[in-house]
């Protein structure tokens, strides 16, 4: 079985990025919902960033301080290359095993979560999320809802309800904010999305 760098990284490296079932042109679900939960245009994580668009919204939305995490370093080659000469942060690991070096005021997930189909994986997704986001800071995360697609490039995937994915993250965040979203892919199929706003409490000692 191949691990997730190696999955992704022929992904990024075979496909036209037009061409994959999370394509947006402009991410404007995820680029309302950070200013939604952080105004103030803070520091920013974007986890399992892959060759989105997003932090080009996010740059000229006048947010500074960004970072793109993801396993494949094609992906974020790809937005090196893009971006050349524009003030980003990089980081390529897998996310579940990242220890943050620092805190960030509003962290972003679009199709990741939903690929964390074991309660450990969720448990440990939590666990990195608290200890990156800053007390008063949010998550914002877009997931399959429960009637989503049952896999995504050839990965089986995990639906959820705002409900599930507050009581999945309440020991360290509260819902503030839920909706759905009916994402079509370039291929025109319709996949629903459960989008959250998780504000951050407080550390836990």
Do not use: I, N
């Not at 999370?22 to 245009?41: D, G, K, M, N, V």
């Not at 220890?99 to 189909?117: E, I």
């Not at 997931?143 to 309800?161: I, M, R």
């Amino acid at each position: 079985m191949q691990d997730a760098a190696t999955h992704w990284d022929d992904v990024y490296g075979s496909k036209p990025l037009e061409s994959v079932s999370w394509f947006e042109a402009r991410p404007e679900t995820s680029l309302r919902l950070l200013t939604l939960a952080f105004p103030e245009r803070g520091a920013v994580v974007d986890v399992g960033a892959g060759a989105s668009f997003l932090v080009d919204g996010l740059l000229d939305a006048g947010w500074s301080d960004v970072t793109v995490l993801d396993v494949s370093s094609e992906a974020l080659d790809l937005v090196r290359a893009r971006l050349t000469g524009r003030d980003v942060s990089y980081v390529v690991t897998d996310l579940l095993a990242w220890q943050p070096d620092r805190g960030y005021d509003a962290w972003h997930d679009r199709a990741v979560f939903h690929f964390l189909t074991a309660r450990d994986e969720q448990r440990a997704y939590v666990g990195t999320a608290a200890a990156a986001v800053l007390p008063g800071g949010a998550a914002v995360l877009g997931v399959f809802a429960e009637d989503g697609p049952a896999q995504c490039s050839g990965l089986p995937t995990a639906g959820h309800s705002a409900e599930a994915l507050a009581e999945l993250f309440s020991g360290d965040f509260v819902l503030e904010h839920s909706e759905r979203e009916e994402h079509v892919t370039p291929a025109g199929v319709v996949q629903p999305f459960t989008w959250v706003v998780l504000r951050r409490t407080s550390y836990q000692t």
